[in-house]
């Protein structure tokens, strides 16, 4: 299967780029990368060349290895970068990816933790989505879902799973015969700016009472809700937001592990995160992002922070 990956960053987000990427490549993943991104590109990325064959002004190649390359491709949207996402694989699909067979978006806070094989699989039987660890139940009489029927048949379409999770917008793996999900996520969102608030600049402006409060996440169940694509999910535990999963871990929340002090945070009580040792397990390479000796002291104070947390833990 010609299997390739999309992510969209700025900042130092690139530093989860690079954690993505060679846990992709440690795990069997061969291919390409799309990455979307706004301002400066990091330095480890210094050899990058102009690439006029991809379909995207400005578009520069980064050859990691023969068999794995970066295609920074530069993004210019008012959106907020997460709001963006049905956007950048729709155009993905029509242009620089044409020749996938399939295409996953991974949020750049995301390691992948199992062999590649398997997500083109999972992808293979429906689009490919993840349960938040909120709302694992919400049933389909749940007062936010009602609202979200309101409109998706605003948008003109029609109620096609009847889903009871709600669903992380992290991770969205999709086989090119499943296309028309990207279609109904981006058409929800424009229904969403034009008739109910929805800032694409912002993300999360609002609050729970809001069928938009998490913008493009909310779209994109919405989208689960009624696309005509099968749809095959995972529980809690696909991002390790619950013990007990093999698939990919998904740090939420700030700070994220590549700035995070481990051991001033072990002694206010607060132990390494499962999403923490994930991605400083993937930092050797085969891209690098940090210096060898930095990434030697990081790990150290990991295995420290946790000694410390078996003694010390915040109740």
Same mark, same amino acid.
């Given at each position: 299967?010609n299997s390739s990956?999309?992510?969209?960053?700025?900042?130092?987000?690139?530093?989860?780029?690079?954690?993505?990427?060679n846990?992709?490549?440690?795990?069997?993943?061969?291919?390409?990368?799309?990455?979307?991104?706004?301002?400066?590109?990091?330095?480890?990325?210094?050899?990058a060349?102009?690439?006029?064959?991809?379909?995207?002004?400005?578009?520069?190649?980064?050859?990691?290895?023969?068999?794995?390359?970066?295609?920074?491709?530069?993004?210019?949207?008012?959106?907020?970068?997460?709001?963006?996402?049905?956007?950048?694989?729709?155009?993905?699909?029509?242009?620089?990816?044409?020749?996938?067979?399939?295409?996953?978006?991974?949020d750049?806070?995301?390691?992948?933790?199992c062999?590649?094989?398997?997500?083109?699989?999972?992808?293979?039987?429906?689009?490919?989505l993840?349960?938040? $660890?909120?709302a694992?139940?919400?049933?389909?009489?749940?007062?936010?879902r009602?609202?979200?029927?309101?409109? $998706?048949a605003?948008?003109g379409f029609?109620?096609?799973?009847?889903?009871?999770?709600?669903?992380?917008?992290? @991770?969205c793996?999709?086989?090119?015969n499943?296309?028309?999900?990207?279609q109904?996520?981006?058409?929800?969102?424009?229904?969403? $700016?034009?008739?109910?608030?929805?800032?694409p600049?912002k993300?999360?402006?609002t609050?729970?009472?809001?069928?938009?409060?998490?913008t493009?996440?909310?779209?994109?169940?919405?989208?689960?809700?009624?696309?005509?694509?099968?749809?095959?999910?995972?529980?809690p535990?696909?991002?390790?937001? $619950?013990?007990g999963?093999?698939?990919m871990?998904h740090?939420?929340?700030?700070?994220?592990?590549?700035?995070?002090?481990?051991?001033?945070?072990?002694?206010k009580?607060?132990?390494?995160t499962?999403?923490?040792?994930?991605?400083?397990? @993937?930092?050797?390479?085969?891209?690098?992002?940090?210096?060898?000796?930095?990434r030697?002291?990081?790990?150290?104070?990991?295995?420290?922070?946790?000694?410390?947390?078996?003694?010390?833990?915040?109740?």
């Amino acid at each position: 299967m010609n299997s390739s990956v999309c992510t969209l960053f700025e900042k130092h987000f690139h530093h989860g780029l690079a954690g993505l990427s060679n846990s992709l490549y440690q795990n069997g993943f061969r291919g390409d990368i799309f990455v979307g991104y706004r301002g400066n590109l990091p330095e480890w990325s210094k050899n990058a060349k102009l690439n006029t064959e991809l379909e995207w002004p400005g578009a520069t190649t980064l050859t990691v290895l023969d068999d794995l390359k970066l295609h920074f491709l530069p993004v210019e949207t008012e959106y907020h970068l997460t709001n963006y996402k049905p956007d950048f694989m729709i155009r993905l699909f029509n242009g620089p990816a044409k020749n996938a067979d399939s295409l996953s978006y991974f949020d750049p806070d995301i390691v992948i933790k199992c062999k590649w094989t398997f997500f083109e699989k999972w992808m293979s039987y429906g689009v490919a989505l993840v349960h938040e $660890i909120i709302a694992t139940d919400m049933p389909t009489t749940h007062p936010i879902r009602k609202m979200w029927e309101e409109i $998706i048949a605003k948008a003109g379409f029609k109620i096609t799973h009847q889903l009871h999770a709600y669903i992380n917008g992290g @991770y969205c793996g999709v086989d090119k015969n499943h296309k028309e999900y990207l279609q109904v996520w981006k058409k929800i969102m424009d229904v969403g $700016i034009e008739h109910y608030n929805l800032a694409p600049d912002k993300f999360m402006p609002t609050d729970r009472t809001d069928p938009f409060f998490a913008t493009d996440q909310d779209a994109m169940n919405m989208a689960a809700m009624c696309c005509n694509s099968p749809i095959s999910e995972f529980g809690p535990e696909g991002m390790d937001f $619950i013990h007990g999963g093999w698939t990919m871990s998904h740090a939420v929340g700030s700070p994220k592990p590549w700035k995070k002090k481990f051991i001033p945070s072990a002694l206010k009580g607060y132990a390494p995160t499962l999403q923490d040792s994930a991605y400083w397990k @993937y930092v050797d390479g085969p891209i690098q992002s940090f210096s060898a000796g930095y990434r030697k002291r990081k790990k150290l104070s990991i295995l420290t922070a946790s000694l410390i947390s078996r003694i010390y833990q915040k109740k």
